[in-house]
């Protein structure tokens, strides 16, 4: 199995570092669990227009320690409705990232993408090739590569899917002896 | 192989002689804590049953669940979740521990922070434990895999020591001294690391004053933050820990990714100002600040230590009419004891609003501000919209702070009472 690679615009790059993402749809809202509520709520107070510009396959581009306090779930959920299909960050603080990767959310650790991207550039993200590249000015970036767990849950598309097939590994390995 | 305490506890739990940073493992947890809440325990019942056919979970004296956030309940749908939680609870074979305090510190006083014991939890503020000795890492999502069976894969992280030194000054509490390794070290500075935490002023400090420190290694990125035990720890300890191990201690030569050795000699007290715990400022240059209510609470503070110092600074006083100053100590049995030290009604003789524990002030669920109103607060964090509206802020610092600024009515330098208490009590503290 290989990662697919992601491909897509720029769809707001969040430019302060240590970004709190409950932000996204405002702590207030973090125990909705109603997708079309979050959604209605999701960038309300950066761009009430976000959600008719997005498109599915737009990424996210964050600073260092991207995720930082305590990052519940309802942002990247209501992220992932509206099409988005990944963060590339500076850094990524660990418990957003633990959790979202857990979630089978691709998220690329990237130093020098703030500053290389422009909302709304093709942006394409080659796991293989360990980089990511800017469509619009041809300059790529390494990744910071992901460890063999996280890639694993990321191409299984998430913490249940890859425990079941670890878990299925296991009982054959077991069976086998 | 010298270890660092991290590395022998993983060693012990994944039954292997030793491990090293970097080493992909699979570990047992000996404990497996979680909270109620939407999204989390309800979904980790439901998947282990309906996508795993995990019917009960295997030994069910690993876990524990808390009921401490909803609480008490306000609406039909969180005491649904409650009675879910319940009746899960009986089903397993699991206790359930309801109203007792927050989970975090009332882990501890049940006896889960067994020194050497390696501890899982889907919230990061478990890394509390590691006052006392025990590897308790936040996994988020990823506990289900305990849930699901016995085991967790993980890879070692690095360890990080941080020695502090000198002697903390006069009105300068743990808190102070955790926001200040933030502002030294760095937001990011020990992501996916962990950070063993030792020196003469850790020595010298209570246990409490070590959860509070332990609990918040998120802030500085920290999977967790441990601290090798002492007589305090085993003395807290004994007749309490769940399962007899060996304390865990780090070896003289272990090896660390960074050592960092922080002096707080000069250490005045801290404000942490908005939007994030990144930014620790010193609470002179914010002296004065008009602010409207005042948090004493949480599982980062609302502990004796902090109610005591509360009451040194608001003894025979009253707050500025009009402020409104919560007080909820971290579990019934603070509550209790405080009571019987008087602290309790030392603090509504000043006009105090006491609550019995809930995690729901330190999340704005209730004592929710409005639009232009402030807070200094000791709960764990202030982004804005955590305590109410968006356009409120949250200033955190220590609980004499929190105090001293409900009589101003303005941010407030608690040194001054701190003293005065101190001078009628026969002597400085």
Redesign the interface.
Known sequence: MSLANLQGRVAWIFEE??F?I??IV???NI?I?DLNELVAVTMS?YDPGFATAVKKGDLLVGG??FG???P???AMRAMRHLGISGVIAE?F???FF??EI??GFPLATCPGIRAAVQRWDEVQVDWAKGQATNLRTGQALPLQPL???ERGTLEAGG??PY??T??AAQAQAVGST | MPQTMTEKILARASGRASVKAGDDIVAKPDFVIAYDFPGYTDVFFKETREEFGVDKVARPERFVLFIDHMVPAAAPKEEELHKMTRAWGKAQGVPVHEREGIGHQVSAELGYATPGAFAVHFDGHVSQLGAFGTYAFGARKGVLEAFVGETMALTVPPTVKVEIVGKLQPGVMARDVFHHMVRVMGPSSCAFKVVELCGPVIDEMSIEGRQTICGQAMFLGATTMLIAPDAKTLDYVRGRSKIALEPVFPDPDAVYETEVRIDVSSLSPIVVVPPSPANTRDLMDYVGIEVHTGYLGSCASGRLEDLRAAADVLRGRRIKPGFQLHVVPTSQAIMAQAANEGLIGCLVEAGAFISSPSCDYCFGKIATMADGQRAVSTGTLNTPGRMGSVDSEIYICNAAVVAASALEGCIADPRPYLAQAATAAGGPK
């Open positions: 570092d240590d709190d409950d932000l405002g702590v207030r125990k669990t107070d260092k320690n930082y306090g305590h519940h779930y309802p850094s603080s660990p418990g633990r959790g857990s979630m460890s063999s767990a913490l249940v425990l079941k670890r878990l």
